[in-house]
């Protein structure tokens, strides 16, 4: 059973932006420390955005802070964490993963804290 879905990914001309969205149950949307990683091409996975659960607050990796902006949903229809992606470079180009790891006081930029993960979406950037 897909517990976390990304959707969202595609391909986009340098400086253009993208919406990622990551669809989940409410329970991992409400318990649950909600982060954004990718992994480039030959390239280890690497951390992008967290998100913590109830107040919505990011912590964001120093590559994107100020063109990227994680959020949740608070549509109580809905549990979806979106990331929303401007200025877009091309050593953006990654598959993206969301993620989501038991809150305990801290949501953090570690991805062996996160314990469930989607099956990814590509975004590829060109120059």
């Known amino acids: 059973q897909v517990q976390l879905m990304e959707s969202g990914g595609g391909s986009v001309q340098a400086g253009g932006s993208l919406r990622l969205s990551c669809s989940t149950s409410r329970y991992f949307f409400n318990t649950h420390c909600m982060g954004w990683f990718r992994q480039a091409p030959g390239q280890g996975r690497e951390a992008v955005a967290v998100v913590y659960p109830g107040d919505g607050r990011g912590i964001y990796a120093d590559y994107v802070k100020g063109r990227f902006t994680i959020s949740p949903d608070n549509d109580n229809a809905k549990a979806t964490v979106y990331l929303d992606m401007d200025s877009l470079r091309p050593d953006d180009t990654a598959t993206y993963y969301c993620?989501?790891?038991?809150?305990?006081?801290?949501?953090?930029?570690?991805?062996?804290?996160?314990?469930?993960w989607g099956r990814g979406t590509p975004v590829t950037v060109s120059s």
């Open positions: 993620a989501a790891g038991r809150y305990n006081l801290y949501c953090r930029l570690v991805d062996e804290e996160y314990t469930t």
